[in-house]
C-alpha cells in the first residue's frame, strides 16, 4: 500500500532533550512537509522541501531542525530551544507537475513533554 | 498574508439535519481550496477540493463551491450521519510555496 508512515505514535521526552520524528513516504512524492497542531487550532507550517537535498522555513521553524537526504524521508527534529514542544506533528507529502495541489497527511506523532 | 476563517464549533446536529459550514478566505489571486476531515487521534484526510472560481467540489455527500466574488468555500451536506461526526478543516494552497494555510477547524457532532 502507497502511503505515508509517522513514528513514533506516541512521544515522551524530557526537558532539555533533542528527539526526531520519523516521516516516510512510498508515494514516489517531491515535496514534503512538517505542520503543528495545538488543540483547538488548526495546523501551522514548521518546516517544508520541494526537493531533495533543500528545504526552507515555515511560519513556526525556531527551535526545530530537519533533514531530506532522501526523496521518501523527512525527518524532523524538536530540539531543547522549541519553548513549548507538546503538540500534535503531522507530516504530509504532494507530487509535483501537474496535480502538485493535493496534500496528503500521514497519521500524526503526539509529543508529550514531561 | 494569506488567512482561512471559520464558524467556530462545537456543531450538534441530529442525525440526517443539513450541514452547513461557513469559511472564508483572503488570499491574492485564486488559490486551490480545500475540505480536509479529521477522525479523533488521526491524521487528515482530503474531504474535497477546488481548484478554480466556480468549480464546485464534492465527496461522500459532501459538496462546497468556489466563490470569488465572496471569498467564500462553505461545506455543505444534505443529510449528516453519525460517522460524520469529526473535526472539518478548511485551508488554502499558499501559490508559492506551495504549503497549506488551514483555518481553526470546525468540530461537528452527530446525534442519534
Known amino acids: 500500500d502507497g502511503g505515508i508512515t509517522q513514528s513514533p505514535k506516541y512521544l515522551f521526552r524530557k526537558e532539555g532533550q533533542n528527539v526526531t520524528l520519523s516521516c516516510e513516504q512510498n508515494l514516489n512524492h517531491d515535496a514534503m512537509y512538517w505542520y503543528r497542531q495545538d488543540p483547538g487550532q488548526g495546523l501551522r507550517l514548521i518546516y517544508y522541501?520541494?526537493?531533495?537535498?533543500?528545504?526552507q522555513k515555515g511560519d513556526i521553524a525556531e527551535g526545530y531542525s530537519v533533514s531530506r537526504e532522501k526523496k521518501e524521508s523527512f525527518p524532523l527534529t524538536v530540539t531543547s530551544a522549541q519553548k513549548n514542544p507538546t503538540a500534535f506533528y503531522l507530516c504530509?507529502?504532494?507530487?509535483?507537475?501537474?496535480?502538485?495541489?493535493?496534500?496528503?497527511f500521514g497519521p500524526g506523532t503526539r509529543l508529550t513533554v514531561l | 498574508g494569506n488567512s482561512v476563517t471559520q464558524m467556530e464549533g462545537p456543531v450538534t446536529l441530529s442525525e440526517e439535519a443539513f450541514l452547513t459550514i461557513n469559511c472564508t478566505y483572503t488570499a491574492t489571486g485564486y488559490p486551490s481550496l480545500f475540505w480536509y476531515v479529521q477522525y479523533p487521534g488521526e491524521g487528515l484526510q482530503l474531504l474535497l477540493k477546488?481548484?478554480?472560481?466556480?468549480d464546485k467540489g464534492s465527496n461522500k455527500g459532501f459538496e462546497a463551491t468556489y466563490r470569488k466574488e465572496t471569498t467564500s468555500f462553505h461545506l455543505e451536506k444534505g443529510s449528516v450521519q453519525v460517522s460524520d461526526s469529526a473535526v472539518y478543516f478548511c485551508a488554502l494552497l499558499d501559490t508559492g510555496r506551495r504549503a497549506l494555510t488551514f483555518g481553526s477547524g470546525t468540530r461537528l457532532q452527530v446525534q442519534p
Open positions: 477546488a481548484t478554480k472560481a466556480d
Open positions: 522541501s520541494q526537493i531533495v537535498n533543500d528545504f
Open positions: 504530509a507529502s504532494a507530487s509535483a507537475g501537474a496535480n502538485t495541489d493535493t496534500q496528503y
